[in-house]
């Protein structure tokens, strides 16, 4: 299913288990996703840019493949709040990896928005290299 956003439009994979790759649609891969965890995927990612959602919380996630060390960062940036921002030194501290680590696995994540990459920075405040994973 592709969605679109303001950003363009995103392409949206789907398991029993939750979300397998939300990703900016430029290389869509395998079939679209139908169902109710799609439907629900694209009113919360509408929701979002109407400025009606701060989170996606609530819609679960496929990690399947994905390291427990990926999993425990991409759940952390999950918790960061609407409007806050958290650096890549902070969060490695905290979850025992090195802020290049940190920044090499937000920019292969698959799930755009949903794990958002984009509230994580320099500890300097500049922005990082975030910019959507690549095909």
Do not use: K, N
Not at 34 to 61: K, N, S
Not at 66 to 95: D, I, K, N
Not at 109 to 117: E, G, K, T
Request: charged share 25%; proline share 10%; hydrophobic share 40%.
């Amino acid at each position: 299913m592709c969605i679109p956003t303001p950003l363009g439009p995103l392409w949206l994979e789907v398991s029993p288990l939750g979300v397998r790759r939300l990703e900016p649609a430029l290389y869509p891969r395998g079939p679209e996703a139908e169902g109710a965890l799609a439907l629900r995927v694209r009113e919360a990612v509408q929701a979002y840019f109407a400025g009606e959602r701060p989170d996606f919380l609530d819609l679960p996630l496929d990690y399947t493949g994905l390291s427990p060390a990926r999993l425990r960062l991409y759940e952390r940036v999950r918790l960061v709040p609407y409007g806050r921002t958290v650096s890549y030194g902070a969060l490695g501290r905290e979850l025992g990896l090195s802020p290049r680590a940190v920044g090499a696995a937000l920019r292969a994540c698959p799930f755009f928005l949903l794990v958002p990459a984009h509230r994580v920075i320099h500890a300097d405040g500049r922005l990082g290299g975030f910019r959507g994973r690549r095909g």
